[in-house]
């Protein structure tokens, strides 16, 4: 465990400095969280959303965080089931069927001001969108953010194996996918 993220920890056990190890734990780790919930959401302003609710369910359960995984892979699973629940709560606002969350992300995509990306990237992310739920959230956090299988496995509480062959699945469907609309 790197040395800030036990610095923080030991704060946010001390009732007197947890306030300021929120603090730091927010601008540790508010960027890196982001993106990744980005990644999942896609929109700039339910990214927003989902963030605030990561970082509050962090507040609330601070007193929960048995250290038997690391701070980043607890602070990753917070956000990727967060992400995640916000998904399936716009599905069932909307009563959207699954094909239709693919859609309904791409639109949000297209349509988002902050979104920076060619057409390259706009390629490449409805190719990310055609895959299910699960493979998506793999590829995505292999290949944007290179994290280790190891650390997949305990943030999506699933086995190496599994993890790798979701990526491999979702490489060669995005490779399709690629390949047929050029």
Known sequence: MQDIDKH??????????????????????????????????LNHDDTDDVLQNTFLKVWKSIDNFREESSLFTWLYRIATNESITFINSKKKKSFMQMNEV???????????????????????????????EKQRIVFNMKYYDDL??????????????????????????????????D
Do not use: C
């Open 8 to 41: 923080i920890i030991a704060g946010l056990k001390d009732k007197n400095k947890r306030d300021l190890a929120f603090h730091q734990l927010v601008s540790t780790y508010q960027e890196r969280l982001y993106w990744h919930i980005r990644k999942i959401v």
């Open 102 to 132: 693919s859609e309904f992300l791409m639109d949000n995509l297209e349509s988002d001001p902050y979104f920076e990306g060619d057409e390259i990237q706009l390629k490449l992310q409805k190719a990310i969108l055609t895959l299910p």
């Open 148 to 181: 280790k299988y190891d650390d997949m496995a305990q943030i999506l509480d699933t086995s190496v194996g599994a993890l790798k062959a979701s990526y491999h699945h979702a490489a060669k469907k995005i490779e399709h996918y690629l390949k047929s609309t």
